[in-house]
């Protein structure tokens, strides 16, 4: 079976795996149906799904992968190589680019406090591409996890703020994916908004360190639809990030803060060139 095989198999077992959508009309070119079957992914609940479907969109969705390009660690520049001589700037990288992309051992997720992903079709969130790109094993784990965690909190539990959860990455070049719900920010920018967001990035090394990673992406918490400050958002990931790695030295070999726009490209540039 060919990529354009698998899509149009997909596509039609996912319509079947809606129910409502089952007698959608599918489109006939091919980036029609690539939105189609994101879409249908997007809203589809966590659940069971039949092994030959699943073995389907893995083998689809790795191909996306090679597609797209894996970024390796060894091809992306550390700071230092850039001209800092800022502490820890062997260790720390700016990339830019789609961090579903990075073959480290965790990338950073910014997720909402019921951790399950987005479910609004296409949306241009990190959450919905990291779900949409690792499978739906992604958000069956998420439930399963949660489902443990409200049978010992209670049926009302939320995942708290900067508290992290490990899952797999399926079909990603990353090894794992730490998911945390960064504070939002609704009126003026308090101190402790600041502390939660600094939680975040202290919070996710521990438990790569916890977990033996060696390697992690962090997205920038917060900002975006959390409408933190990207400046300040920046200034925070990179104080507490130096600070953390000066207490654990040996504990990380990279630590790459991934943007997407030219805009926190430049405001973490300030903080660490």
């Known amino acids: 079976m060919d990529q354009q095989q698998r899509l149009d198999y997909l596509v039609e077992r996912f319509k079947e795996d809606s129910g409502r959508y089952k007698d959608m009309r599918t489109p006939a070119d091919t980036e029609g149906k690539k939105r189609l079957l994101r879409s249908l992914m ?3 609940m966590p659940g069971s799904m039949p092994p030959e479907v699943l073995k389907v969109q893995d083998n689809y969705l790795k191909e996306r992968s090679r597609e797209n390009g894996v970024a390796e660690l060894a091809k992306i520049p550390t700071v230092a190589a850039l001209g800092s001589s800022r502490a820890f700037s062997d260790v720390i990288s700016i990339w830019q680019g789609d961090i579903t992309r990075l073959a480290a051992d965790a990338i950073v997720n910014a997720a909402n406090s019921q951790m399950l992903g987005c479910f609004v079709p296409m949306h241009g969130c990190i959450d919905n591409c990291i779900h949409t790109f690792a499978g739906v094993q992604l958000r069956a784990e998420c439930k399963r996890q949660m489902d443990e965690l409200r049978a010992k909190y209670g049926p009302d539990y939320e995942q ?3 508290v992290p959860m490990l899952t ?3 079909n990603l070049p990353a090894k794992h994916i730490i998911h945390i719900v960064g504070p939002v920010v609704t ?3 308090t ?3 600041e502390n939660d967001l600094a939680d975040c990035y202290r919070n996710t090394l521990d438990m790569c360190l916890k977990n033996k990673l060696k390697s992690v ?3 920038c918490i917060s900002t975006g639809v959390f409408s933190f400050p990207n400046g300040r958002a920046a200034q925070i990931a ?3 990030v130096t ?5 654990h030295p040996d504990a990380m070999e990279r630590v790459i803060f991934n943007v997407f726009s030219d805009k926190d490209r430049k405001y973490y540039e300030q903080g660490l060139l």
């Open 42 to 44: 997007n809203i589809r």
């Open 168 to 170: 797999g990455a399926y």
């Open 187 to 189: 009126g003026d920018l």
């Open 191 to 193: 101190e402790d908004l």
């Open 238 to 240: 990179v104080k507490t």
């Open 217 to 219: 992406a962090f997205c």
């Open 243 to 247: 600070d953390w790695l000066s207490a």
């Open 160 to 162: 708290p703020t900067a």
